[in-house]
Antibody, heavy 120, light 107 residues
Framework: QVQLVESGGGLVKPGGSLRLSCAAS????????MSWIRQAPGKGLEWVSY????????YYADSVKGRFTISRDNAKNSLYLQMNSLRAEDTAVYYC?????????????WGQGTLVTVSS | SSELTQDPAVSVALGQTVRITCQGD??????ASWYQQKPGQAPVLVIY???NRPSGIPDRFSGSSSGNTASLTITGAQAEDEADYYC??????????FGTGTKVTVL
């Protein structure tokens, strides 16, 4: 069965950096787009970024552009999110999700999330 | 990026029908997908495309679209359907924004 397991969350000071990882299993990772989605405490879902199956196409939400970098290692079945210049408003649970682009786009599998807290 | 707007909250009597709407310009070009999220849990895909349900999603969930509005309908709502629901759609710039979310209460 498809599994996505995020790691790397934690407490970081404003202006600091953090790298999130997502380990994928149960499907051919290199065949699928992948995405990061976040949810601030008590708030709605916010799409952050996605990366194509080969890594050649990447998009970011305006709120993180220039600060966050998404990447993947298909040999390791892993997705990453490098987060720099972190702000208090980046505090959220970060979900890794598979973006199924076979037909209509949808996030068909999600991890359980990892909490990032940005605070001094 | 484009915005998707949802009503903040709706309520439905047990066994009745409720429709949740999502409005946005991108919906004129792309279908929405819909996600159910219960407290403390990750979201779950319930509807995508014209009206497709992933395996394991009850057939009381259905989707439709017209113009700039997408709808999720729950026919015969059950207590376990009480949750937050979010729409999502791609836009022409490659973004995939989520809707503002709707809290569904089953009375």
């Amino acid at each position: 069965q498809v599994q996505l397991v995020e790691s790397g969350g934690g407490l970081v000071k404003p202006g600091g950096s953090l790298r999130l990882s997502c380990a994928a299993s149960g499907f051919t990772f290199s065949d699928y787009y992948m995405s990061w989605i976040r949810q601030a405490p008590g708030k709605g879902l916010e799409w952050v970024s996605y990366i194509s199956s080969s890594g050649s196409t990447i998009y970011y939400a305006d709120s993180v552009k220039g600060r966050f970098t998404i990447s993947r290692d298909n040999a390791k079945n892993s997705l990453y999110l490098q987060m720099n210049s972190l702000r208090a408003e980046d505090t959220a649970v970060y979900y890794c999700a598979r973006l199924n682009d076979y037909g209509d786009h949808r996030f068909d599998y999600w991890g359980q999330g990892t909490l990032v807290t940005v605070s001094s | 990026s484009s915005e998707l707007t949802q009503d903040p909250a709706v309520s439905v009597a047990l066994g009745q029908t409720v429709r949740i709407t999502c409005q946005g310009d991108s919906l004129r070009s792309y279908y929405a997908s819909w996600y159910q999220q219960k407290p403390g849990q990750a979201p779950v895909l319930v509807i995508y495309g014209k009206n497709n349900r992933p395996s394991g999603i009850p057939d009381r969930f259905s989707g439709s679209s017209s113009g700039n509005t997408a709808s999720l309908t729950i026919t015969g709502a059950q207590a376990e359907d009480e949750a937050d629901y979010y729409c999502n759609s791609r836009d022409s710039s490659g973004n995939h924004p989520f809707g503002t979310g709707t809290k569904v209460t089953v009375l």
